[in-house]
Structures are given as structure tokens and as C-alpha cells.
């Protein structure tokens, strides 16, 4: 019985250190550098750069007939519109990384400013000390049987909740990278206006938008584990009130299902952090 309870003990330290290095992880891709960035705005260069040329001399032809069809005669007032749009369309497609990276760079300033807050990222280990003594303090065969076996399967369900959070979080990075290699196509519907040689194109807008939501994105990933590690000491704290004085497998049912309960609010707010920020930047 002594080898099961510090076997059980064993496997929450490890579970919840884990936890904390899933966290951590995640924590370092969010506010992590672009590595790879100039060998996907190369493969941009070389790859899409020609199709996306092609689209703006598709795209000024189609401006030129909506201008032609809506005025009766074309001055060279339209004529410049579609010159300047043309040599902006190009050049935005030129400079198109430099200006993601700058946004990228912004919101990675502000990533690293949320994490000054502190929590989150080692909070599991915070409970794995108030944890594992009152596992050794259970006594009886069966209450230590029935322990273990509810324990192991809210440690699973923890480490789950922090793979999860940990996939987004280089699913995020992924995202970025795909939307910086598609770049210079979005780019090119530039020229495409309001039919008159004026404005510019919705695609380009739109594709601006749910690029600066995906780096906004990232800062409040990193707000919610903060917040989670902050919030959640003041639960474990209320958790541990509440049930002291009573058996220590209870104690410990208890700090594992509010530790799991809380991982999945966490695992549940990462998810909405992108649906968050689309409807704040009107990227959807």
C-alpha cells in the first residue's frame, strides 16, 4: 500500500510538472521569433509573386470595364487612378512581408508585456507540493485503491487539457507562416476598387485584418494562462478552506477536480481566443 500511494504521489508530480512544461511551451511559441520567416517569404517570391502579377493586370482590366461602363467618357483622371494603383498594387505586394512582420513584431511586444504578469506556466507544480503530502497521509487499502484510480484519470484529462493548448499554440505559428506564404495573392485584388479608379479591394482589407487577428490572437492566449494561474490560486486557496478537516483522499479529489475543472475553463478560452479577436477586428 505504501509502494501504491508513492507510486500515486509520484505520478501527480510528474503529471502536473508536465502540465507546467505544456504551458511553458506554449507560453515560449506565442512570444516566440519567426524563425522560418525568410524561407516562406522566399518560397512567397518565387512561387506565388508571378500568379499574384498576373491577378493584378486581370484585376485593372476588370477595374478599366467597371469604369468604362459606369462613366460616359474616361478622363485621365481614371487613366492615373489605375496607373497609381497599379505600381501600389506591386509595391504592396514587395513590402507585404516587412509590414506582417511588423505587426507580428508588435503583438509580440505586447505578448512579452502580458507575460510579466506572472502565473500559469508553473502553477501545476504549486499543487503537485500541497498534493503529494496528503497522498502519503491516506490510509486503508481500498480508500488508496479508489484514489488512485480517480486520480490518474483527472491527471489524464489535465494533461490533455495542456497538450491542447500547446497544439494551438503552434497551430497559431503554423497559421502565420501559411498566411505570409499566400500573402502577395490577397495583395494583388488591390486594385479592384469601387468602380470609379478609386478605393481599393475588400480581399486586401479583409486578409490585413485576419492576419493582425491571428498576432492579437496570441496576446490573449498568453492573457487567459496568466489570468488562469492568477485566478486559480485564490480557487485552490478557497478549495483547500473547504475541505479541510476531512479525509486526505477527499482533500485530494477535491484539488484535482478543481485543478481539472479550471484547465478545461483555460482549454475553453484559448479556443474562443480566436472567434474573439475576428469579432473585435471585424475579421470574420
Request: aromatic share 8%; with cysteine.
Amino acid at each position: 500500500m505504501g509502494a501504491l500511494r508513492d507510486l500515486l504521489a509520484s505520478l501527480i508530480v510528474r503529471a502536473l510538472n508536465s502540465f507546467d512544461n505544456m504551458m511553458a511551451n506554449a507560453v515560449n511559441v506565442l512570444g516566440g521569433g519567426l524563425s522560418a520567416w525568410s524561407e516562406i517569404v522566399n518560397f512567397a517570391t518565387m512561387v506565388i509573386r508571378p500568379f499574384a502579377l498576373m491577378i493584378i493586370g486581370i484585376c485593372l482590366l476588370i477595374e478599366i470595364g467597371q469604369v468604362a461602363a459606369k462613366v460616359d467618357l474616361v478622363k485621365w483622371e481614371h487613366g492615373l487612378k489605375l496607373c497609381v494603383k497599379m505600381v501600389l498594387s506591386v509595391v504592396a505586394i514587395d513590402i507585404a512581408p516587412v509590414f506582417l512582420e511588423a505587426m507580428y513584431a508588435q503583438a509580440a511586444a505586447w505578448i512579452i508585456s502580458a507575460g510579466a504578469l506572472g502565473g500559469g506556466s508553473a502553477f501545476g507544480g504549486d499543487i503537485a507540493t500541497i498534493v503529494e503530502p496528503l497522498v502519503t497521509g491516506v490510509s486503508g487499502i481500498w480508500a488508496t485503491l479508489g484514489l488512485f484510480m480517480t486520480t490518474v484519470i483527472l491527471l489524464i484529462a489535465v494533461q490533455l487539457c495542456g497538450l491542447i493548448i500547446a497544439v494551438i499554440a503552434f497551430a497559431r505559428m503554423f497559421e502565420l507562416y501559411v498566411y505570409l506564404a499566400v500573402a502577395p495573392l490577397p495583395m494583388a485584388f488591390f486594385p479592384l476598387g469601387d468602380g470609379t479608379g478609386g478605393g481599393f479591394s475588400r480581399i486586401t482589407a479583409k486578409f490585413l485584418r485576419a492576419f493582425a487577428a491571428i498576432c492579437l490572437q496570441g496576446v490573449l492566449m498568453l492573457i487567459c494562462i496568466r489570468v488562469f494561474g492568477v485566478i486559480m490560486v485564490d480557487v485552490m486557496n478557497d478549495a483547500i478552506i473547504a475541505s479541510a478537516g476531512l479525509e486526505a483522499s477527499v482533500q485530494v479529489n477535491e484539488l484535482m477536480y478543481t485543478m481539472l475543472l479550471g484547465s478545461i475553463v483555460l482549454v475553453m478560452s484559448v479556443v474562443k481566443s480566436g472567434s474573439w479577436v475576428k469579432s473585435i477586428l471585424d475579421a470574420n
